[in-house]
């Protein structure tokens, strides 16, 4: 497949995915990558919430990010009137749907939890939805650690439909 | 709840607690009537992202504060069974302590569970004599089947036949033994897990009938945790009942000639008696008093006694089978629903883990200890 050539939104949960499996120097350089003030705060130590946690160098995950951004209160009340489920997130991942709501380009949302999925799936906005398989694999990438599977590409596919269907948004 | 709902909510309950009219807001949002704010706060009109930012702005409350369902606002009130909690550090667990009822009432809702339709109630008041709270228990304990061990199935029989939400919940200070709370739609216990199981038992005893006379006879604030009651008639009340359910009068006179037994023979029977009904030594010598099996005088005596200390375990027998027997975290019920709503993408990982004070790699050992299927794993 053709590589996506425009912005990557990543999460919290996809940075330490990338980390672990030794990926994350493939994926920034593949791809133009961004997140927000929340998500790089997650993944640093004592804020990852997992165990065991991964050793995330900042300034590391900050040279392979094209931009952080830095989240208004404006984008937060914009994105939870859209959809109140927004609430339903983690602080990390409902930031970078603010963020993501409130652009006008083209963009693509690497945020594996069905949560956040589902925010996707109810806007409307399931072509926005990649898989950290699927960015490495355009990339060129094959990890020698295999990734969990909420990060495949037919987990994110199957999910999808999934989450469509209880939706009513396919038939 | 719709998030439009759950914003008129929050708005009508920070306008109650700062004294506001709806005329008030009214002017504040720039709207022509009161009709307008009565619309938003039954949650008939939605509010808007800019009319949203000017209440945070106006009223100095944060977004969350309007938009966070894992909260309680304006709503719940608690009863904590406690010993030497300061005051701040209790103030701060009833916050986590909302937080995860609240998950529990959001994530019913999402999945399709509806509220209880009937609420149970003991037909006593604050002018009940001992003997009638005491009666109750022991019905209580007869008509729900309990059995000739009443405290092992007490919890199951709470959230089964009575809905009433039974957690098991590690606190932040351990001096907090337990606490009920009520709900307009939804009735909570909590008991700190850590406790040893007498303790526990007697402590879910207790707020089973805060929980069944909350209207007759509510329950204050906070409470210390004695097994007599200290001076508050509704606590004493309360232990009255507890104490009957957890040793029926037929099952405590079966279990010795307790009138012939002394010295070391009765303090033997005392701790293997609580061990067998899964209650306190202390317990019992108060309940066997209560029942006239024991004078008065020989209760303070041996109550007082260390040899009933820990049920007579001094080595720390009963702490270690304390360790072994400890329950599992919260409960079957509430697991199982958290379970459905992260696999329905109802929640994220990360926000539940956060709320249960668990990390995301620890929510399946969870669920693996109430033997419910784990959802995806991140």
Known sequence: ?171 | MAVSALIGQRLKALREERNLSQDDLARLFGFKDRQTVSAIETGERRLSADELLLAVRELGAPLDYFTDPFRLVGEGRFNWRQSNVPPAVLGAYERVAGQIIAAFRTLGTQVGEKPPLVRHSLRLTKTSRFEDAAEAGERFAAEHNLGEVPAQRLAEVMERDLNILVLMVTPSHAGVSGAACRLPDLDVVLINRDEVPGRRHFDLAHELFHILTWDAMPPVHVEDATETGGANRVEQLANSFASALLMPARIVREAADWRSLREDALIARLNATADRLEVTSSALVWRLASLELLTKADARAISASEAIRNNGHPTGLFADSRAAGRPALFSKRFVEIVARAVEEGRVSIRKIAGLLGLSVDDLGSLFAAHGVPAPYEL
């Open chain 1, 1 to 171: 497949m053709a590589r996506w050539r425009g912005p990557v939104l990543v999460d919290t949960n996809a940075i330490i995915e990338a980390w672990r499996i030794d990926a994350w120097r493939a994926l920034c350089g593949g791809y133009a990558l961004e997140t927000v003030e929340e998500c790089v705060i997650e993944t640093q130590t004592g804020y990852q919430n997992r165990r065991p946690e991964q050793q995330i160098d900042r300034d590391a995950l900050l040279a392979g990010l094209k931009a952080v951004h830095k989240v208004s209160d404006a984008e937060r009340a914009a994105a939870l009137v859209r959809d109140g489920e927004v609430a339903m997130l983690d602080e990390g991942e409902k930031a970078l749907w603010a963020q993501a709501l409130a652009r006008s380009d083209a963009w693509v949302l690497c945020g594996p939890d069905k949560a956040s999925l589902r925010i996707g799936v109810r806007l409307n906005l399931r072509g926005r939805l990649v898989s950290l398989d699927r960015l490495l694999d355009d990339a060129g990438f094959r990890p020698k650690t295999p990734l969990k599977d909420a990060y495949r590409q037919d987990w994110l596919l199957r999910t999808l439909v999934e989450l469509a269907q209880r939706e009513g948004k396919i038939a």
